[in-house]
Structures are given as structure tokens and as C-alpha cells.
């Protein structure tokens, strides 16, 4: 199946060391700002379906509002349960002063 490419919001609507939520079509995307870099992620914790826009990142790490369960923003990687899934992550690029993730 072949992904095309989403606008998902203006390139500058999320600050370096924060984190947006955004509905697009039928998903819920997290945008996280690592260090200047635009990050896309699934915006449930895959444990419990804590809304991750409430989470706290440092570096890059986000940590669950709920349960704790830590993951790399970089990768969707678990670092600490007790979520044992990783989060879907989306290939995303900045166009035009736009942010566009394949969904």
C-alpha cells in the first residue's frame, strides 16, 4: 500500500522541547519537538490509552501521564514499562513550512 503524504500542521506550531496533539482523519497524531527536530507518534500510550500530550519529555524520552511507562520519542521504543509495546511511529518531513507524515 502505498502512503501519501498528510499536512499535519504549520512546521513552527510545536516549540523545541514540546509536544502537540493533532486528529487527521481517522488517527490521532502526537508531534513532539526533539532538539529542533519534528517527530511523529501514535498519540495513545500503547498500555492503557493515556493521552501522551499530557506526558512529560525530557531529551528524548516521554514519560505516560498515567502509568509511567517511558518511551523514545526518536524511535517509539519502550524504555520502562509497564507498557510492552512500542508506539507506531510516522515518517514525517517539513515541506513548504509545513510538517506532512505519511499515514
Known amino acids: 500500500m502505498d502512503l501519501s503524504l498528510t499536512r499535519i500542521c504549520p512546521s513552527d506550531a ?3 522541547g514540546e509536544l502537540r496533539q493533532f486528529k487527521v482523519g481517522d488517527s490521532e ?3 513532539v519537538n526533539s532538539a529542533g527536530r519534528l517527530l511523529c507518534l501514535a498519540a495513545r500510550c500503547t498500555h492503557a ?3 501522551l500530550v ?3 519529555l525530557s531529551g528524548d524520552v ?3 501521564p498515567w502509568h509511567g511507562s517511558r518511551f523514545k520519542v526518536t524511535d517509539g521504543s519502550v524504555v520502562r514499562g ?3 509495546r512500542a ?3 510516522y515518517n514525517c518531513q517539513v515541506q513548504a513550512g509545513y510538517l506532512l ?3
Open 62 to 64: 516521554l514519560t505516560c
Open 87 to 89: 508506539l507506531k511511529t
Open 54 to 56: 499530557e506526558g512529560e
Open 101 to 103: 507524515a505519511e499515514i
Open 49 to 51: 490509552g493515556a493521552p
Open 29 to 31: 497524531l502526537l508531534v
Open 14 to 16: 510545536v516549540p523545541a
Open 82 to 84: 509497564p507498557a510492552e
